[in-house]
């Protein structure tokens, strides 16, 4: 059974960088499992795979467009630093998980300015990077109704990985505290 849209697919994957960077892998025995078409995935990945049946490898690799977008200057932002735990030595690099109105979505610091402010990076950490993927299709199977009803409710709720509902960009969606890239 091929790939296609409104599929259950599970994959074992080991995610680079272009440097060979390890970011994430499929834990051992447990392939990650989605339902094609409902935004559960990266769109650049979910389309390479698309035709593709179990037992298929795969090297793949994802342009930021069909990842988590580029770099967004206006997600670039200047806060108090009095908005950081008082007990948090705020540097450069640092991250922060941040509750929006969407859910969480991570913060990381740019700069600490001489007045009092500290400039973040809203953008997703992935954002402007090219993903390299090495894929494994483990199953495609069509998806039971519960699986699609899961599915449905997660992409009803707009934001979190990318996308607001029906793939609408994400800026629009959710507004700039959204995180998504």
């Given at each position: 059974m091929n790939i296609a849209d409104k599929m259950y697919v599970a994959i074992d994957y080991t995610l680079t960088l272009e440097s060979g960077q390890?970011?994430?892998?499929?834990?051992?025995?447990?392939?990650?499992?989605?339902?094609?078409?409902?935004?559960?995935?990266?769109?650049?990945?979910?389309?390479?795979?698309?035709?593709?049946?179990?037992?298929?490898?795969?090297?793949?690799?994802?342009?930021?467009?069909d990842a988590y977008g580029p770099v967004k200057d206006d997600?670039?932002?200047?806060?108090?630093?009095?908005?950081?735990?008082?007990?948090?030595?705020?540097?450069?690099?640092?991250?922060?998980?941040?509750?929006?109105?969407?859910g969480p979505f991570m913060i990381t610091?740019?700069?600490?300015?001489?007045?009092?402010?500290?400039?973040?990076d809203l953008n997703h950490p992935m954002a402007g990077k090219q993903l390299h993927f090495d894929v494994n299709v483990i199953e495609v199977r069509e998806p039971g109704a519960e699986e699609l009803a899961q599915a449905a409710a997660r992409a009803g709720s707009g934001c979190g990985c990318g996308c607001g509902p029906d793939g609408e960009d994400a800026a629009d969606a959710c507004g700039s505290g959204c995180n998504c890239g």
């Open positions: 390890e970011i994430d892998k499929s834990p051992e025995g447990q392939p990650l499992g989605f339902i094609t078409g409902t935004g559960q995935i990266i769109p650049g990945l979910e389309k390479a795979l698309m035709g593709r049946v179990a037992g298929d490898s795969a090297k793949l690799v994802i342009e930021p467009a997600l670039f932002q200047e806060i108090p630093k009095n908005q950081f735990p008082s007990d948090a030595d705020v540097k450069p690099g640092m991250a922060f998980e941040a509750q929006g109105p969407q610091i740019t700069k600490v300015n001489d007045n009092d402010t500290v400039t973040v």
